[in-house]
């Protein structure tokens, strides 16, 4: 069944550079739109960025406009999200979601299938 896997968290140094994968083994996911959304210790999840099915709707979360990029890759198995100059702020586990309606939502009450997460550590 479809279940998004999130891999590729790390720890890295402030102004690195990481990049998230979302895959779901055996499944494509250009069938939907999808999520990334992050929840840094003792808060809520936040919303990060979102693709649509097509990948013509491509949004951003304003804090980190300009330094993460979420993309599709060739085969349409997998959903990125590079980030570039990480912030100790952009500490957080970050997880993938899936949205069956294609809406590209910042909200999390669209998207109904979750990963696990992976989580990033920027330190100070």
């Known amino acids: 069944q479809l279940q998004p896997v999130e891999s590729g968290g790390d720890l890295v140094q402030p102004g690195g550079s990481l990049t998230l994968s979302c895959a779901s083994p055996g499944f494509r996911l250009d069938y939907y739109a999808i999520g990334w959304f992050r929840q840094a210790p003792g808060k809520e999840r936040d919303w990060v960025s979102c693709?649509?099915?097509?990948?013509?709707?491509?949004e951003y979360a304003d804090p980190v406009k300009g330094r993460f990029t979420i993309s599709r890759d060739s085969s349409k198995e997998t959903v990125y999200l590079q980030m570039n100059n990480l912030k100790p702020e952009d500490t957080a586990v970050y997880f993938c979601?899936?949205?069956?309606?294609?809406?590209?939502?910042?909200?999390?009450?669209?998207?109904?299938?979750w990963g696990q997460g992976t989580r990033v550590t920027v330190p100070q």
């Open positions: 693709i649509n099915r097509n990948g013509g709707v491509r």
């Open positions: 979601a899936v949205d069956p309606l294609n809406y590209c939502s910042r909200s999390s009450a669209v998207y109904t299938i």
